[in-house]
């Protein structure tokens, strides 16, 4: 069976940048206390009107570019979110509709931060089966609309942004070399969106609040630390090399400590890990795409590079890649 591989990455992320300190201004918090308990320093905030397709459809624009392919050929379009602009149309149709790819298939899934992962892997079965010859994968959040910005202990962490690539089969050994998908539903109340029971004949359906994200930040920490370095140990053993054969991680970025203890668990350097999210916070599925797309135009990833893709997140799913670059 063919390998495959990343023929090209692209992301965006919206302008509007939102500092500790604004947020210093809405909720009873300070820019020490962010920084020092999650590393994050500033995140981006989708405009008014910018709904989460329009972001996807940026960033699979720069994939498409940089991959050289048309709009026209493309033949899988999965989009990774939480936050669609709606329930439906999926944001993977709004995105073909955008660009134009009107044979392509398109659809939507939904595994949180661990989306990107779950989603590459996904088309990488299409591809591999010979299905299609190749896949646009998106990973799109506009996270920021299901926030309680009230709560001080959500609503510093997360960003809005979207990642995107393009994967076609290779012959030779480089690519997706393994993968490792898990899910502990029984662990899902640790991070959920609330939502409301709406009954039509109840008047104060009216009154109730939009979705929004409660978490239980200390349980989801250590479980994420755990998960992530199981999840790399598995991807890198069906890889078939040694945890020492890593020049890159590209984590999930939901907090730097987070990153520090992974890091310390795996007894891999922590200067291997690639980090922004200092400039744009915990982006739930677009956080690795977007990592991975600044790692390459850092040249921290370079040709023969074995690169370590991993991630948590609610559900809760955890994910690993291992990418021959
Ligand atoms: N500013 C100031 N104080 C705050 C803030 C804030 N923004 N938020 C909470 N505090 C207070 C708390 O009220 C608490 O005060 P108390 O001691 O008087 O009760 C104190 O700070 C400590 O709170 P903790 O929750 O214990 O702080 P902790 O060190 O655990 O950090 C954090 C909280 C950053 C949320 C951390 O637990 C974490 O990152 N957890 C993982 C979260 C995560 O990964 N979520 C996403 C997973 S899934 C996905 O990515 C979609």
Redesign the pocket.
């Known amino acids: 069976m063919k390998n495959v591989a990343i023929k090209s990455v692209g992301y965006f992320v919206p302008s509007k940048i939102l500092k500790n300190s604004d947020l210093e201004k809405l909720?009873?918090?300070?820019d020490d206390?962010?920084m020092t308990?999650?590393g994050i320093k500033e995140r981006r905030i989708a405009g008014k009107g910018e709904k989460n397709s329009h972001l996807a459809t940026k960033a699979a624009l720069h994939a498409l570019e940089r991959a050289k392919i048309s709009p026209h050929n493309v033949e899988l379009i999965i989009v990774a979110t939480i936050s669609p602009d709606s329930n439906f149309p999926s944001v993977a149709c709004l995105v073909q509709k955008a660009i134009g790819a009107k044979k392509a298939a398109a659809f939507d899934i939904s595994a949180?931060?661990s989306g990107f992962l779950f989603a590459m892997t996904t088309a990488k079965q299409f591809l591999q089966t010979g299905l299609y010859k190749n896949a646009l994968v998106i990973a799109s959040e506009k996270i920021t609309s299901l926030i309680d910005w009230n709560d001080?202990?959500t609503c510093?962490?997360f960003g809005d942004g979207a990642g995107a690539c393009v994967l076609t089969p290779v012959s030779g050994s480089r690519g997706i070399v393994s993968e490792y998908l898990h899910a502990q539903g029984e662990f899902g109340e640790l991070?959920s969106v609330k939502t409301d029971d709406r009954d039509p004949c109840d008047q104060r359906s009216n009154q109730m609040r939009v979705p929004y994200v409660v978490?239980h930040?200390?349980e989801?920490?250590k479980i994420?630390v755990n998960s992530m370095a199981e999840a790399v140990h598995v991807a890198v053993k069906k890889a078939k090399m040694n945890l020492s054969d890593i020049d890159c991680v590209v984590p999930?970025q939901?907090?730097d400590r987070?990153i520090s203890a992974v890091a310390k668990k795996l007894k891999i350097p922590k200067e291997k890990f690639f980090i922004n999210i200092d400039r744009y916070g915990?982006m739930?599925a677009a956080s690795i795409a977007v990592a991975l797309c600044e790692a390459l135009e850092q040249k921290r990833i370079k040709k023969g590079d074995n690169v370590a893709l991993v991630t948590?997140?609610?559900g809760l799913v955890s994910a690993a890649n291992i990418v021959k670059w």
Not at 27 to 30: G, I, K, L, P
């Open positions: 909720v009873e918090t300070t206390w962010i308990r999650t949180a931060c001080r202990s510093v962490l991070m978490m930040g200390q989801l920490f994420a999930h939901a907090n987070i915990n739930s948590f997140g609610a």
